[in-house]
């Protein structure tokens, strides 16, 4: 039940060793990390350079200020509270809307209720470092709620989808769609058990997808198939992506763009190590795109560099 | 610029391996630190005693005492004689004691004790002898020995035979009458010895006569031995002049050289010297370290064994937590293997050393058991995050606590070990595993869990290895091998084992391109 070590080298997948060593340690300068590790700034980074993220309500940095969290959200319905420093999407809480006949109970995106005082107390845990790297205090943000796009209608089980995006020294290099499943508690991380589906980077159309490191062709819930979806706005969403190289300057990240119906595809955060699981997705190994890419010299513009991964990458 | 940090890493690899080759080399072959564990090294006591009737004027001894000794090496030594003054010096024969007072009465003894063990890098003394200076000796006998050499050395090729030839001779005195009278009637083999070395001065090869003991296990009363040592120009041969038989045995202590009496005594009288052994077998630690204070040295300085000894007791611990720091780079980064925190298991494994491993696993997961289902109910509390944490510490030390005393009652000694368990190390675990169990779902949880159990396991297994115990400890250098195979972990690019495993389907479905 193994593959052997000279399979894999001749798909070119990509190791976590080798990625570690030859990719996050060279193209990834240990200073940038802080811009991607931190949300929020990675927000006002990507506000000031003109791209599009789900807006932000509020934040809260102090026990003393989660007091205000009613306030943040008394115009809204639907937000998101999200730890600052989070990974693999942990301490995230979806709020879908208000209960209509309970004050004070919010209703989650998995159907569950949770009154406005353990929601504090989620933000206090999120303040005191529960979810962040090393435990380090936090800061808990509440942004809008994306409305996702209809064409995840029928493949995604609540939750919201995104599209992860493998951008390689400004070059994207692959992509994939990951679908929150019943398993991931509409979670969109593939270690939690969302599907992901690989993506064709010219036509924007979904391919076969992954669940558990296996192969899937069918959304585990809901039974609808996975493949030859078409993303709407994927020269957009491409776009925006290939920019985050300008944006943090961190030669291998992750880019995860969700695709809302009313604003089209927005950031919603940067990764500085970007799992693997994109090399199932796409049944492709990295390792033949990445060291093309080494070979390309610096300074290419965001419209060379789309053409050049459009020309190379491309299906057919 | 890749590759010169890879020829970097590669080098500075390399440096310390040597470094920390060649000073384990040298700690074992030359200070004689042994590389295996429980292996006894020979020694011998020996005790040489001195007794004589005292005179009334001034008394004034001197006994021979080992001095170069081939094949043995002297660990101590030590003089007791009361109310004498011990000095030993060398001598022309070797080393001798002199021991002198001014006014004693009766019967005195006084005794020479020495500790020797087989060293066989100690040679014989390698300086050329000068070619000894021919015999004086007055007729007949200088006839008689001309003729005897004259014979002797048409009949052998090289100092070697000659001897050998010689003492063939001295042995049947009646065959030859040259022989017969220059040894003078039936002599023994002191006098033989003697003899001999006379007729080969004459033939001009250099010769010693040497005095030494057995080495047995136990001897009350050991007889010294002559031995006939002679020079062939680049080495010496060994001879006993009663056969003459060529070699040494192997247990054979040299005690002195020349013809001068073992001992002697001016204001004295009756004097007897008697040599006694007894052999033993010792630690070859101590020895090794006895060794290294004798032999004074930078290295030989820098032994853990000049610690005290709770200090001591604290190092072999330390010392292995690098290999199973080793051990969790190998299982995290060439198997894949995930744990909760990256030293976690070290530490735990640590606490195994004391519970073993069946207990340790048992201890370790009921208390992880049980301190979770309490961070389950203080979930419920919304208590603020670090006093939530002394809270699962607390409860942690208290289940501690609560393991002793049961397992006490029950009659089980294991369960009092528990205390032993790094419950900071315990309480951090809980509150982790809780988390990924919140949030990954309990099965990721318990895989972490068991991935912890199994790595710490491992680091045990290797951190219990008698012999890289003993290895650590005596030869702390062996940390710098150690580092140096991190060091080349780290670059380590290969996939991981797991990495087999998860990329399995991504090989049995080429897709579509």
Redesign the interface.
């Known amino acids: 039940m193994l593959a052997s070590v000279r399979q894999l080298r001749g798909r070119g997948v990509l190791g976590m060793n080798a990625r570690n060593a030859d990719f996050i340690q060279r193209y990834n300068p240990r200073r940038l990390y802080p811009l991607v590790d931190d949300k929020l700034e990675t927000k006002q980074l990507a506000l000031a350079a003109g791209i599009a993220v789900p807006e932000l309500y509020g934040t809260m940095s102090t026990p003393g200020e989660t007091g205000g969290f009613a306030d943040i959200v008394a115009e809204r319905d639907e937000f998101v509270i999200k730890p600052a420093h989070g990974s693999g999407g942990d301490g995230i809480l979806v709020v879908a809307g208000k209960s209509a006949r309970r004050r004070g109970q919010y209703r989650l995106i998995d159907g569950s209720f949770m009154t406005e005082a353990e929601i504090r107390f989620h933000i206090t845990n999120i303040i005191s470092g529960r979810y962040s790297l090393g435990g380090h205090r936090d800061c808990a943000m509440v942004e809008y709620c994306v409305k996702t796009d209809p064409v995840f209608e029928h493949v995604s089980y609540r939750g919201i989808p995104d599209v992860r995006v493998l951008v390689f020294r400004g070059y994207p290099v692959a992509a994939m769609v990951r679908l929150p499943t019943r398993a991931s508690h509409g979670k969109a991380n593939l270690h939690q058990g969302a599907v992901g589906a690989g993506i064709d980077l010219v036509r924007g159309r979904t391919q076969f997808g992954v669940l558990d490191n296996g192969i899937t062709d069918e959304h585990p819930d809901t039974g609808e198939l996975i493949a030859g979806i078409d993303l709407p706005n994927w020269d957009v969403l491409l776009e925006l992506a290939a920019r985050c190289y300008e944006l943090t300057g961190l030669g291998y990240q992750g880019v995860d763009l969700v695709l809302d119906r009313q604003h089209g595809p927005l950031i919603l955060e940067l990764n500085a190590r970007p799992g693997l699981g994109i090399q199932i997705a796409n049944r492709l190994g990295l390792a033949e795109r990445l060291r093309r890419i080494e070979a390309e010299p610096d300074g290419a513009s965001v419209a060379e560099r789309l053409a050049l991964a459009r020309q190379l990458f491309g299906e057919s | 610029m890749?590759a010169r940090r890879e020829l970097q890493v590669w080098l500075l690899a390399l440096v310390l391996l040597l470094i920390g080759g060649s000073l384990v080399y040298y700690k074992s072959s030359v200070l004689g630190f042994p590389i295996v564990p429980d292996t006894q090294a020979r020694v011998w006591t020996i005790e040489a005693t001195l007794s004589f009737e005292a005179g009334r004027g001034p008394i004034k001894a001197r006994m021979f005492i080992p001095g170069l000794t081939p094949g043995f090496a002297i660990l101590d030594e030590n003089f007791v004689s009361r109310g004498f003054g011990a000095t030993p010096r060398y001598v022309t024969g070797g080393r001798e004691v002199q021991w002198a007072r001014r006014r004693a009465r009766g019967p005195q003894t006084l005794y020479y004790r020495a500790v020797v063990y087989e060293d066989t890098a100690l040679s014989e003394d390698d300086t050329t002898p000068p070619f000894p200076p021919s015999p004086i000796l007055a007729e007949p006998f200088s006839t008689a020995a001309e003729m005897i050499v004259e014979d002797v050395g048409s009949k052998s090729a090289d100092p070697g035979s000659f001897t050998a030839e010689l003492l063939k001779r001295l042995a049947n005195p009646e065959a030859d009458q040259n022989v017969d009278l220059l040894l003078g009637g039936d002599p023994d083999p002191v006098a033989l010895a003697k003899t001999a070395t006379t007729l080969l001065a004459a033939a001009l090869i250099p010769s010693r006569l040497v005095r030494g003991i057995y080495l047995q296990d136990q001897t009350r009363r050991s007889e010294v031995v002559p031995w006939l040592m002679v020079h062939d120009g680049t080495r010496w041969l060994y001879f006993d002049p009663a056969t003459g038989d060529q070699g040494l045995p192997d247990n054979f202590l040299f005690w002195w050289t020349g013809t001068d009496a073992f001992a002697q005594v001016d204001g004295g009288r009756d004097q007897d010297v008697r040599v006694s052994v007894s052999g033993g077998l010792m630690d070859p630690i101590s020895l090794a370290r006895r060794r290294s204070e004798v032999r004074e040295g930078p290295i030989s300085q820098l032994s853990l064994f000049a610690l005290p000894i709770q200090t001591q007791a604290v190092y072999s611990i330390l010392l292995l937590v690098p290999l199973g720091a080793l051990v969790v780079v190998l299982l995290r980064?060439v198997v894949?293997m995930q744990t909760f925190g990256t030293f976690m298991p070290v530490l735990i494994a640590l606490a195994f050393r004391e519970t073993r491993l069946l207990w340790g696993i048992v201890l370790f997961t009921t208390l992880v058991a049980l301190g979770l289902a309490f961070r389950f109910y203080l979930e419920r509390l919304?208590l603020?995050?670090?006093p939530r944490l002394s809270a699962v510490l607390t409860i942690v030390v208290l289940l501690m606590v609560a393991v002793s005393v049961v397992s006490n009652r029950l009659g089980l000694d294991y369960g009092l070990s528990v205390a032993l368990f790094p419950m900071v190390i315990l309480a951090m675990t809980v509150e982790r595993m809780s988390?990924v169990w919140e949030?990954?779902?309990a099965g990721?949880a318990i895989q972490q869990g068991m991935g912890s159990l199994v790595v710490a396991a491992a680091c045990f297994g290797v951190m219990e290895w008698n012999l890289v115990q003993h290895l650590v400890f005596v030869f702390p250098e062996t940390l710098l091998i150690v580092l140096a195979i991190t060091l080349l972990l780290g670059?380590?690019?290969?996939?991981?084992l797991t990495?087999?495993?998860?990329?399995?389907?991504?090989?049995?479905?080429?897709?579509?391109?």
């Open positions: 890749i980064n894949g919304r603020l995050a670090i988390t949030e990954r779902g990721e670059r380590y690019t290969g996939y991981r990495e087999l495993r998860r990329f399995r389907d991504l090989v049995k479905n080429p897709g579509a391109r």
